[in-house]
Structures are given as structure tokens and as C-alpha cells.
């Protein structure tokens, strides 16, 4: 006891000293003209290899570049009432000075521990460690070109944060456990930078397998926490720890972001009491905590929460007038607009839930007519319509039934038990775009590391590979990214509470596209679309870019979608915007060189029913009008044998700078690439 008691003192004593020092650290100066600096950055004045330092001003304006990318691949449901909004909406300038300088504390607060900044060679290695380690590589790379690909500006602001949070984290644990105070220094280095190749190595995933995820700097290994996702991070929350001597109800976090493959704690100012047994949902913009379990020598129920904002690093507190009763180990689920809680219990199971409007703060009664029996430890997700229930225990014992709960009509349909996992409790479900993936929990043979895969749309079941999963557990979290779910965390009745997880690979059964077309317009004569085929071989867009090689795809489905992001996988160009309009898709390339095969991928395209990567591919050949894959004489026969005439759809190929004129500068454009090929 006396040295838990000494531990505790030297720790509390640690903490007061470094937030005292680092409160009194001196930030750059703030620059007069912020606000202009925020709209525009000016990367002419001095090359990235020759600068010594950055304004303040200068990383929040980056900042700002890097927040704009993951906020376009920020999750906004398609359900959400509203349009997503801009990103000044959510996060106005103060919050990324503040992100800006809480960085610059912690560089600083570590400067002063060792006597020395952080080296140019530390964050070259963790700009490496990025490249190498990221397990969105196409994420990092939006992040990097958001930065000009300037190593300079990479390392100071991108590997500066993630690499100063995780080393003043570590230190503090170090310092607490070990004594250990100071690493080996190594002699100072100048502050010159190499961009690092990123890794496609993580990029796509073979379907029904595994990969470990990354354990450093996450949070403290925890038994019935929450998880989401974000579209750009998994956020983790609360739960249960013991130490062997004593239990913790945590009130703890952390976000993991799989594109820089880092980990950033949760802040705990104003957030709900620690606890286990909760829910959490993502609305787009906040992670929703509801209900749950404390003991602190009583028993304590909860039916409060909070609304946590990971832009901001905030908590509000939701109101519980009308709620449901207070329990643990309940469901919910985010249908766009409401959170709909069901389910759990204290001594005994429920069957009863309610809805929560975060718009209005208030919260109704769902029906329990024909709704599945009481259970909790049970899991739900979210179908773009309906809420299908599954598993749990009724108190007494373990249960493999389920049930489809439809908000618009307020009624429960059975789901069918063939084929069905083991009966279980505090197993994860996750929801694909198609099918509700089924893994883990606890049954009558012990922890499992079994699942299952089932289909609403033929209410069937379809069992998943146990091969390289990781070892059973309970209580542990499940997110799905796009492509991929990310298991973490959990208990296993061995080696008690787990930090370790894995990803595990279900190509969902992605919206089909209808139709795809290469779109240009031609001078006055119009525009004109060359089809690309979605099977067999590719279309070959014949007619040139211009002077910055820009390019214009078109993909029709068959009913309206939402796009997470797009992105060229393969080839050489890049997507310099995207719009969608209903079933329509518009992507603008821009840098698009000639003679190759290009691929642009859709990722998170859903229509409500099916959700996944959507990719369309073009063959790049200007001056290969009659598009055989090769340009020759032919081609300039047909080039020549249109020369005056008027560009129509019959002949526009043959229109290959595509001004609206065929003429003498199109069939020199033509000789000019006889003997190119399409590889």
C-alpha cells in the first residue's frame, strides 16, 4: 500500500510540474494578418529545403488544410436532415490555433525535459513510419498533397503533432513507472527533409482476412468500451479496467487514425461519468454516449450521457426527460436523424427503447409489439431502414434470435435462426452496405472468434473465417470503414483485458453503376461523351487535355448515392474534385498523362441498400480515334477524311484537341502519336 501511495505522489507530482511548465512555455507570436492567412497560403517566399521556422500563423492556415481533408471523408449520413456543412462551421479558426498550439506545448514541454528539441532525424522517422505503417494510404496522400508535398511542411506539422503527443504521452508514463528520465541523445542534425513513399501495401484488402493493428500510444487496455467511426478515425470510449487490485470505470479515450497510423487521447473535461455497459452512436458530426454501469460500492444505473465532438475536443450533456429507463449493456443505433436505444436491463433483460432527437434534445418511446424477447449484451446496426437486432442473453441464457425493428411503421419482424452463429453475448456486429457481419462474444464453449454474415435482403445467414483471426473474446469493439472491419480491445478469460485487434476483410456488394462516360466539350459545336465499358476492355479517350491534361468522368447509377470520397488508384493524374448529383457522379481529373490505363475509385458510394468501392477505368491514347488501341494510319485517314466538317456525334473523335474544329492541326495532333500504343 505504501507503494501504491508513492507512486501515485510521484505521479500526481509529475503531472503538476509539466502542465506548469508547459503553461508557461512562450508560443510564437501570433501573426496581425491571420485571417488572410487562413484563405491563402503563400509557398512562393522561400523553398521548402531553406526554411528555419513557420509562423504560428503559417501551421494554423496548415492546419486548416489538413482538418479540411478529413472532414471531406468525415461520415455525413445520407438519412441527415441537413446538407453537411463547411468545415469553418464546425471548426472556427480559435479551435485550430489550438489544436496548433497544443502541439507546440508538448514540443516544447519535451524540449525542455531533454535539453534539446526534437531532431530533424525523429521526424524524418516518423514521416517514414507514416508512409511505411498507414493503413489509408490513399488518405495520407490527400494528406501530403494538402501540404503541397512539402517534406518541410509534413514533418513540422503533420509528424511534429502526431510524434510530440505520443512522446510526451510516453514520457509520462515512463517517468511515473520507471524512473527512467532521459533517452540517448544523439548529435543534432540539420533541418532538411525527404518525402517519404507511401506504402500501397495496406492500400486494398483480400476479402474474408486479417491484419493486427497498431498498439502504440492507445489508450489503457479496457472490457466493454465503445468504438465509432468517423470516416477518418475510430473513436474509443469509457469502459472497465482492473489492475488485479482495483476496478476503474473509465471516462478515458482515444482516436485512432489508420491513415497516419496514430493514436490522440479523448479530453475528459465535462465528460460523462466513467462507465461500462454504455452505447455510442456517430451522427456526422458528434459521437452520441448513453446509459451504462458504475460501482463505486453502490450500484449506479445510468440514463444520462453526452455529445462528444472530435473537432472541438468537447462534451454537452444530452437531457434525460422522457428517456428510457436507467441500463446497461442496451443497443443504439443512428438512423440520420435520431438515436434509437433498445433494449438491456439491470437485474432483469428489457424489451423496451426509446428515440433521441439531438436536434430538439428530446426523446419517444419506441413499440414493443412483436419485438424480440428482453435481452441484453446484444448487438444492433443500422440498414438504412431498419434496425436489426441480434444475440444477447435474456439473464438466463444465451441467444441466437434477432429481430428487424422498421422506425417508419414502429414495428418488429423475426430474423431467421438457419445457419446462425452460436448463441452469445457481448459479441460486435457491424453493418457492410449489404450484410450484418457477426463476430466474438461469449457462448456456451467459452470466448469465441467465430462470426457470421447476414443478409436482410434473403433473410440468410453465411458463416465467416476464423483464419489468422484474433483469439476470442468478449466485449470488445467492432467498426467497419468502407472496406473493412476493425476489431479491438475486449477480454478473454486468459489473458485478461485486451489491447490488441484485428481487421478483418467483407467486401460488401457495392452500388452498381449503370453507365459510365469520358465527357469534353468541344468549342461551340457541344459536348460529347466517350463511353467507358464497366466490364471487358476499357474505353480509350482519343482527344487531348489541353494544357493542364484535364479530364472529365461521368458515373450513373441507377438511383441517387453519396460519395465518401474519390481518389485515382491506378495510373498517373489526380482527382481534383467530385460532385454528386442524385445518381450522377462528376469527377474532374486534372494531370492525367497520355498512354496509359487509369483507374478512379468512388470509395463509400451507398444508395441506402448496398454500400462500397465503386472503381471505373479509361484508356488514355490521344490521336487513336477509330480506338483500337493503337495509333496509325488508319487513324489519320479518318482524321483527314473529316477535316471541315462539322463535329457531331458521328465524328467528334476525330476532333482531337476537341476546339470544335476538325482541321489540319488535328491530323498533324494525330501524326505527331502515330506509333503509341495503349499498354
Known amino acids: ?304 450521457g453526452g455529445r462528444y465532438n472530435p473537432g472541438t475536443d468537447s462534451w454537452t450533456a444530452i437531457s434525460t426527460t422522457d428517456a428510457p429507463s436507467a441500463r446497461d449493456y442496451h443497443t443504439a443505433v443512428w438512423t440520420g436523424s435520431e438515436m434509437i436505444v433498445w433494449g438491456g436491463g439491470q437485474i432483469f433483460a428489457f424489451n423496451t427503447g426509446g428515440r433521441y432527437n439531438p436536434g430538439t434534445d428530446t426523446w419517444t418511446a419506441t413499440s414493443s409489439t412483436n419485438a424480440p424477447s428482453g435481452r441484453e449484451s446484444h448487438t444492433a446496426v443500422w440498414t438504412g431502414s431498419q434496425m436489426i437486432v441480434w444475440g444477447g442473453t435474456d439473464t438466463f441464457i444465451y441467444l441466437n434470435t434477432g429481430g428487424r425493428y422498421s422506425p417508419s411503421t414502429d414495428s418488429w419482424t423475426a430474423t431467421s435462426t438457419t445457419n446462425a452463429p452460436a448463441a452469445r453475448e457481448s459479441h460486435t456486429t457491424v453493418w457492410n452496405g449489404s450484410d450484418m457481419i457477426v463476430w466474438g462474444g461469449v457462448g456456451d464453449s467459452g470466448h469465441l472468434n467465430t462470426g457470421g454474415r447476414y443478409s436482410p435482403s434473403t433473410d440468410t445467414w453465411t458463416t465467416t473465417s476464423t483464419n489468422n483471426a484474433p483469439t476470442g473474446r468478449s466485449g470488445h469493439t467492432a467498426v467497419w470503414t468502407g472496406s473493412k472491419m476493425i476489431v479491438w480491445g475486449g477480454y478473454d478469460g486468459f489473458s485478461g483485458y485486451l489491447n490488441t485487434g484485428g481487421r478483418y476483410c467483407a467486401q460488401s456488394r457495392a452500388p452498381t453503376p449503370q453507365s459510365a462516360f469520358s465527357r469534353k466539350t468541344h468549342g461551340g459545336a457541344g459536348t460529347f461523351d466517350v463511353p467507358l465499358p464497366l466490364t471487358g476492355n476499357v474505353g480509350i479517350e482519343c482527344r487531348s487535355g489541353g494544357a493542364t491534361n484535364d479530364y472529365q468522368m461521368i458515373i450513373n447509377f441507377m438511383t441517387s448515392v453519396t460519395v465518401g470520397s474519390a481518389s485515382v488508384t491506378s495510373g498517373t493524374g489526380s482527382v481534383s474534385s467530385f460532385t454528386v448529383s442524385g445518381s450522377r457522379v462528376t469527377v474532374n481529373l486534372a494531370s492525367v498523362t497520355n498512354v496509359q490505363r487509369i483507374t478512379v475509385a468512388l470509395f463509400n458510394v451507398n444508395d441506402g441498400t448496398h454500400m462500397g468501392n465503386v472503381p471505373v477505368s479509361m484508356g488514355m491514347l490521344v490521336g487513336d480515334v477509330n480506338g483500337n488501341a493503337v495509333v496509325n494510319a488508319s487513324d489519320i485517314s479518318l482524321t483527314k477524311a473529316q477535316v471541315g466538317q462539322a463535329v457531331s456525334s458521328s465524328n467528334f473523335r476525330e476532333d482531337v484537341n476537341a476546339n470544335g474544329l476538325i482541321n489540319s492541326v488535328d491530323v498533324a495532333l494525330v501524326k505527331s502519336k502515330v506509333g503509341t500504343a495503349l499498354p
Not at 488544410?65 to 468545415?87: C, F, G, M, T
Not at 527533409?193 to 486494398?204: H, N, Q, R
Request: net charge neutral.
Open 1 to 304: 500500500m505504501t507503494d501504491k501511495i508513492r507512486n501515485a505522489a510521484a505521479a500526481l507530482l509529475f503531472l503538476v510540474c509539466l502542465v506548469t511548465l508547459t503553461s508557461a512555455f512562450k508560443l510564437p507570436n501570433r501573426s496581425p494578418d491571420l485571417s488572410s492567412r487562413l484563405g491563402s497560403i503563400n509557398r512562393a517566399a522561400t523553398p521548402a529545403q531553406q526554411r528555419t521556422m513557420l509562423t504560428l500563423a503559417d501551421r494554423v492556415a496548415y492546419q486548416r488544410a489538413i482538418e479540411e481533408v478529413y472532414w471531406r471523408h468525415r461520415i455525413w449520413p445520407k438519412e441527415h436532415p441537413d446538407l453537411k456543412p463547411l468545415l469553418d462551421e464546425m471548426m472556427p479558426s480559435a479551435q485550430l490555433e489550438k489544436k496548433v498550439e497544443d502541439y507546440l506545448r508538448n514540443s516544447e514541454a519535451l524540449e525542455d525535459y531533454w535539453q534539446q528539441p526534437l531532431r530533424a532525424e525523429q521526424l524524418q522517422a516518423e514521416m517514414e513510419r507514416m508512409a511505411q505503417h498507414t493503413k489509408q494510404p490513399e488518405l495520407l496522400r490527400e494528406l501530403f498533397e494538402a501540404l503541397g508535398n512539402d517534406p518541410f511542411v509534413i514533418a513540422e506539422c503533420l509528424a511534429r503533432s502526431a510524434l510530440s503527443e505520443r512522446l510526451a504521452t510516453s514520457l509520462y508514463a515512463t517517468q511515473t513507472k520507471t524512473g527512467v528520465l532521459r533517452p540517448k541523445l544523439m548529435a543534432a542534425a540539420s533541418a532538411i527533409y525527404t518525402l517519404p513513399t507511401i506504402s500501397d501495401g495496406a492500400k486494398g484488402c483480400t476479402d474474408d482476412t486479417w491484419a493486427a493493428t497498431s498498439v502504440i500510444n492507445a489508450p489503457i487496455g479496457r472490457y466493454q468500451h465503445t468504438a465509432v467511426w468517423s470516416g477518418s478515425e475510430t473513436i474509443v470510449w469509457g469502459g472497465f479496467y482492473f489492475d488485479g487490485s482495483n476496478a476503474f470505470y473509465l471516462n478515458t479515450g482515444g482516436r485512432y487514425n489508420p491513415g497516419t497510423d496514430s493514436w490522440t487521447a479523448t479530453g475528459v473535461t465535462n465528460a460523462p461519468t466513467g462507465r461500462n455497459g454504455h452505447t455510442t452512436v456517430w451522427t456526422g458530426s458528434e459521437m452520441i454516449v448513453w446509459g451504462g454501469y458504475s460501482f463505486d460500492g453502490s450500484n449506479h444505473y445510468w440514463n444520462t
